[in-house]
């Protein structure tokens, strides 16, 4: 069991930084104030600090949640178990879906779910009454933990939004061209909060000039403070003045430093504590010569340094995890992307509560505009003012996700909430303190506008869920590992063991080879061109790519229907969601494509804005067939007749499919005089569906049986009509103004 802890600790801190890399990467990685190597040295840099710095009392683990006194060590080491199996798998999930949790709630909850199990069984065995559980728990902690969620949203999120909002009043988004003694001003309050975060929260147990630093802080705080400040602002106006260097970006760097150097000095417990603590149990039982059934852990309450060895090997891990972890860079995405700037691609999908609250926050918002004076509601939108630069796509993935500003508050602000909860003993998590703070932020600074805001309220809807997710999740699953555990013996532990490092390795071959396909996937390009011949080029490619992919999902679809194999169809469902997300994409890049142009003639954007037309009637039917066929055969309806399937397998090759392919050979080819051959010969293929529809009224009025059979057939045949006129639509627009453009 010491041996699987051992590996199961150093599994932990993988996937522990894995999530928690989220709270200090956000801010540095969302604005590219440097590059993103340096901001890996100094995140490095911090966590080896943290690492070596950390007290080492692994309280929480030892003693915060239950009392060992009322275990003995062969109940404690179930517990332990329990707990780290628990905490990877909890994690690895978490990881996987890219969504930021908390470990400090995991480890709590795990270690509350897993003692109160043993806690049961003992009381059971012993007929005592549930009265007692109090004796064995430490129930306040878990109170504790579910007000320091709540605390941390509610505080984090207005704090958040309150400083970005005077900060964005102050400087707007034209900062870099304030005068100097601005950014010296909030350089000072900035550095002045970190500088008093890495302090009171990093090197709160390091023991600086034997403690004397600490407690000067502690008995003149007003005095630092100021003191601090006034240092920093000269020094911030000398840096920016005399040395040119970008105030903004020093902060950026030393709150980045700071949280790191925090999440490595407090968080390690989350991560070792538990294997540590087991490692100490053994090796005060092994020393005492009593059986493991009999021997009491009074000596779990004693405070016990670990070696620094082991905090140093750990650091190491952390460090080699934050360069090489993909999942780490997953999560940290999911933030950034719900605290970015401009529009763009949305992960998560509205729900009704957003929906709701964006609906009441529009209504308040307004009600609120009416009661301020116009003159000064327009002042401030002029703060707020962003002139629009178009930016092609090839370059708007470089750019950052919000300015330099908002990520020196984000980082300020996490600091000094951070700072005061810990100086005033508040149980709020760092996790949610510096995720609420970038929410609140971009909140205030615009970024949810009405295009975007129902996504953004969502997404973090999701992630807060997936917080109380979280503790319950931890609680259920360890309480039944260590009961498993309990009665199992070693062959239980060996079996889970077994299980959970095979699901952790299911989840990283799924998330690489996800990785992979979204590297090595094609998709449609929003039109950058300011000229219809460069739009026609560009939407050549496009097209190849949709007939390619139609050609695909309508084969799929009637190759599932026809083995009446639901694998296959969930393929084609599959495939025609992601075409359709792609094409409802290009249709709401219209704006900036329209702002683009420098024809000062409507023929660019008619003709951009009807090829997008019928991509989207293409794609429409393509999942009516796609939808029809999946839900014929997942309800387990009547397989269709040969002469059906025979009929349908022929509109497939030799109308739907070979019509596709010639048109995929064409524009990828950019051989556009050849459409007027496809187009000239489009009425004989209507012919053909037309007989193949004929052809089932007979077989209707004959001895046809299957009402549902006899429905979905003629649906197929008509919407692959549907089908074809959107085809030839396509074509007939794109032979007039391409032979005519590119002649030209």
Do not use: C
């Not at 019928?614 to 309800?635: C, F, G, M, P, R």
């Amino acid at each position: 069991m010491i041996a699987a802890l051992a590996v199961l600790a150093i599994t932990d801190l993988v996937v522990g930084v894995s999530n928690d890399a989220v709270n200090f990467l956000n801010s540095a990685i969302g604005s590219k104030a440097i590059s993103f190597k340096t901001i890996m040295v100094v995140a490095s840099i911090g966590i080896a600090l943290g690492a070596i710095s950390s007290s080492g009392m692994m309280e929480v683990a030892r003693k915060g949640i239950f009392n060992p006194g009322e275990f003995v060590f062969a109940e404690i080491m179930i517990i332990f178990m329990a707990v780290m199996i628990t905490d990877i798998l909890l994690l690895d999930f978490f990881n996987t879906l890219g969504m930021p949790t908390s470990t400090t709630v995991s480890i709590v909850f795990e270690l509350l779910g897993a003692a109160v199990a043993i806690s049961l069984l003992k009381m059971t065995a012993a007929d005592e009454s549930l009265s007692l559980l109090t004796t064995y728990i430490n129930t306040e902690k878990a109170t504790e933990i579910i007000i320091g969620i709540l605390l941390s949203v509610v505080i984090a999120f207005t704090i958040g939004a309150l400083v970005q909002f005077v900060s964005r009043m102050l400087l707007t988004f034209e900062f870099a061209k304030k005068p100097k003694l601005y950014g010296a001003i909030f350089g000072g309050l900035a550095i002045t909060a970190i500088i008093h975060f890495i302090i009171v929260k990093g090197l709160k147990s390091a023991a600086l000039f034997n403690g004397m630093l600490t407690e000067f802080i502690a008995t003149n705080q007003s005095i630092f403070v100021i003191g601090n400040f006034i240092a920093w602002t000269f020094i911030s106006w000398a840096l920016t003045s005399i040395l040119k260097i970008d105030i903004y970006k020093v902060i950026i760097v030393l709150g980045t430093f700071a949280l790191a150097m925090a999440f490595a000095g407090n968080d390690l417990v989350n991560f070792i504590g538990v294997p540590i603590a087991a490692l100490q149990s053994f090796q005060d039982w092994q020393s005492s010569g009593i059986l493991a059934a009999d021997y009491t852990m009074e000596g779990l309450a004693a405070a016990v340094r670990t070696p620094t060895l082991l905090l140093l090997l750990s650091g190491v891990v952390m460090v080699v995890t934050l360069w090489f972890s993909s999942k780490a860079k997953n999560v940290v995405k999911t933030s950034i992307d719900l605290s970015r700037q401009d529009e763009g691609e949305e992960r998560f999908e509205p729900n009704f509560l957003s929906r709701q609250i964006v609906k009441f926050s529009i209504a308040a918002s307004e009600n609120l505009v009416g009661v301020v004076p116009k003159n000064f509601a327009k002042k401030i939108d002029q703060r707020f003012h962003k002139p629009y630069v178009y930016i092609p796509k090839s370059m708007a993935q470089n750019l950052p996700a919000f300015d330099l500003v908002r990520a020196s508050v984000n980082l300020m602000v996490a600091s000094v909430l951070i700072s005061l909860a810990t100086s005033m003993k508040l149980p709020l998590s760092t996790t949610y303190v510096t995720f609420m703070v970038a929410m609140g932020s971009s909140l205030a600074d615009r970024a949810w506008g009405p295009e975007s805001a129902v996504y953004r309220v969502a997404g973090v809807l999701n992630v807060i869920g997936g917080w109380f997710f979280t503790a319950f999740s931890a609680f259920v699953a360890a309480s039944l590992i260590a009961v498993t555990i309990y009665y199992g013996g070693i062959y239980a532990i060996v079996i889970l063991l077994i299980l959970a490092f095979l699901l952790i390795g299911k989840n990283y071959i799924s998330h690489n080879r996800k990785i992979k396909e979204t590297k090595l996937e094609e998709r449609l390009e929003k039109a950058e061109s300011k000229s219809i011949q460069g739009v026609i080029v560009e939407s050549a490619v496009n097209i190849t790519m949709v007939v390619y992919r139609a050609n695909k999902i309508y084969s799929q679809s009637i190759d599932g229907l026809s083995k009446h194999e639901i694998e296959t169809l969930r393929k084609s469902r599959k495939g025609i969601n992601k075409l359709n997300k792609e094409v409802e994409d290009l249709k709401d890049n219209l704006f900036y494509f329209i702002k683009n142009l420098d024809d000062p003639t409507d023929s660019t954007s008619n003709f951009y804005i009807t090829i997008l037309s019928y991509l989207q009637d293409i794609t429409q039917s393509l999942d009516y067939i796609s939808k029809a066929s999946h839900k014929h055969v997942h309800n387990n309806h009547k397989k269709l007749r040969f002469n059906q399937v025979k009929d349908l397998k022929e509109t497939d090759e030799y109308i739907i499919s070979d019509l596709l392919s010639r048109i995929k050979s064409i524009f990828e080819n950019k051989d556009f005089e050849d459409l007027t051959s496809l187009i000239t010969g489009k009425q004989e293929l209507f012919v053909k569906l037309n007989d193949k529809i004929q052809k089932q009224v007979a077989r209707t009025r004959a001895d046809e049986s299957s009402p549902k059979n006899t429905a979905l057939y003629f649906s197929i045949l008509l919407e692959s009509r549907d089908l074809l006129v959107a085809v030839m639509n396509l074509l007939e627009t794109y032979d007039v103004h391409a032979n005519k453009a590119l002649n030209v």
